[in-house]
């Protein structure tokens, strides 16, 4: 542009300084507008970046996370399964000690059924226990889920906000062209 302004000097009716220092005007906003416009790109790749960075450690905190509550839920049902075991077995000696009284007749056989109902009723809270259990775990997994997405969906609007404040190069070539007219109106002779 300065070039044009040397070779054409007293341009836009204007006198020749001032024609040179309206053309110079124009360039150092033009070049202003697109400084700052490469600025907002680099500020909106680097959030880009960042983004990117987080996302992968919001996926290998959910990763872990979901891996300690399946953990959690795997020895939780090891531990029911052992206590079940255990149960039965009690049950089985009762059941035995009391066959072993060599007694006969309708006692005999209450007490039997009160064993093996007493057995089947503990057998029964631990298994009420272990499915309560797995719904948690189900419950704690969509948790993690909806928190995991709630950090993307933070990023992605993060990285949206960086790209909307990048200055379209319409925006900056206008903003030029108005800055230059009002300048224009200023050195016009009165």
Known sequence: ????????????????????????????????????????????????ESALIANRSAE???????????????????SAAQEKLAKTIKGLEARGAIKANEQAGLTVQMLLQNEERQTANAREAINQSLESARRQ???NVSGLEAQRDSRRNQLQSNINQAYNQIPSLGSVLLNVASTGLSSYGQLLPS
Do not use: D, H, W
């Open 1 to 48: 542009m300065c070039v044009f302004a040397a070779a054409a000097p007293g341009i836009l009716g204007l006198g020749g300084t001032a024609s040179n220092l309206f053309l110079g005007s124009l360039g150092l906003n033009a070049a202003t507008g697109l400084a700052q416009r490469s600025a907002a790109q680099a500020a909106a790749n680097q959030q880009y």
């Open 60 to 78: 290998q905190a959910f990763t872990a996370q979901q891996e300690a509550t399946a953990a959690q839920l795997k020895e939780t049902q090891a």
């Open 137 to 139: 775990f189900t419950r």
